[in-house]
Every structure is written in C-alpha cells, then in structure tokens.
C-alpha cells in the first residue's frame, strides 16, 4: 500500500481489540474495551480512519534499531515507512514518552499526545508540581515540550 498510496501528514497510532472467544495463547484482556477478551491489534491509521499499517499483539517483542522498550518498538516498526517525511503523529499515553519524541524527531517525525507521569525521563519539575484549578506548567528542552495542567484533574502533555 506504501508505493500506491501517500497519506496525510497527521497519522495516529492505537491500539484495537477484535472480539475473540475461542482458545488462543495470545488472546487478551482489556476491561475498557468494548469486547474484553480478544485479538489486540497495534494500528496506524489516517484521520480518516483508514489503516494504514497494523500489527497483531503476539506477546512478542519487535526490535527495532536497539529500542529499549516495548511500545517505543512497536510505534518505529508502524511508522517504519514514513518516517523522515514531515509526519505529525498522536498517540495516547500508552505509547508516549519524551524519549519516543526525542527519537522520532531524530527522522524529522512530530508527535503529541498525552503522557502518563509514571514514565520514565519525564521531568520531576512537572510531574511533582502541584497545580491549582486552571494552573499550567510547561518547561520546554530539547524541541519537546511537556505540559501539565489541572482543570477538573491534572492531566499531561507531550508534543
């Protein structure tokens, strides 16, 4: 599809469940999804909602070019073909870290999208502030910003 098809330049990356009952050493677990139990799928999709790309979760983990983690992995073999084309990729916080966002401008690739303050690398200053209602806290290194703040929760940022 990649030599027939040029995509928009925002791209976003998530993961599906197809709902699956039967016997699969594979099969998972979700409690927020609508089928709970089945195949999980890793997809790259346009705004549109067409697939561009997907993978099915096997349990394995992909390697690519010495990634450290499992999800940064699975986001650089999705967008293996369409790195270093100016794409704007969002994820959710399943995925994001501010190290995936130092790496994917590295191939000249933007990501945004929220971030978990349990990941690793991110910066204690934002992650321990605590914010008064409509407060917002945002350093900015290395052309990733992070930015954290509390309207009915706090919630953090990452492009």
């Known amino acids: 599809m990649e ?13 599906s ?15 927020n999804k609508k089928h709970k139990f089945g195949v999980k799928f890793y997809i790259m999709t346009e705004p549109n909602g067409l697939i561009l790309k997907h993978r099915i979760y096997d349990g394995t983990k992909i390697e690519f070019d010495g ?7 699975t986001v ?13 990729l969002y994820m959710d916080n399943f995925y994001n870290s501010k190290k995936l966002s130092e790496r994917l401008l590295e191939f000249a690739t933007y990501s945004t999208g929220t971030l978990r303050s349990s990941r690793k690398l991110n910066p204690r200053e934002v992650v321990d502030a605590k914010l008064i ?6 350093p900015y290194s290395y052309n990733v910003g992070i930015t954290k703040w ?6 953090i940022v990452i492009s």
Do not use: W
């Not at 030599?3 to 993961?15: F, G, K, M």
């Not at 990634?67 to 992995?73: Q, W």
């Open 150 to 155: 509390r309207d009915t929760k706090e919630v």
């Open 76 to 88: 650089l073999d999705l967008m293996k073909n369409y790195l270093s084309k100016g794409h704007s």
């Open 17 to 31: 469940m197809m709902g699956f009952e039967g016997g699969l050493l594979f099969r998972q677990f979700i409690k």
């Open 133 to 138: 209602k409509v407060e917002i806290i945002g």
């Open 67 to 73: 990634s450290s983690s499992a999800t940064e992995s």
């Open 3 to 15: 030599e027939q098809y040029c995509p928009s330049r925002e791209l976003c990356i998530d993961e």
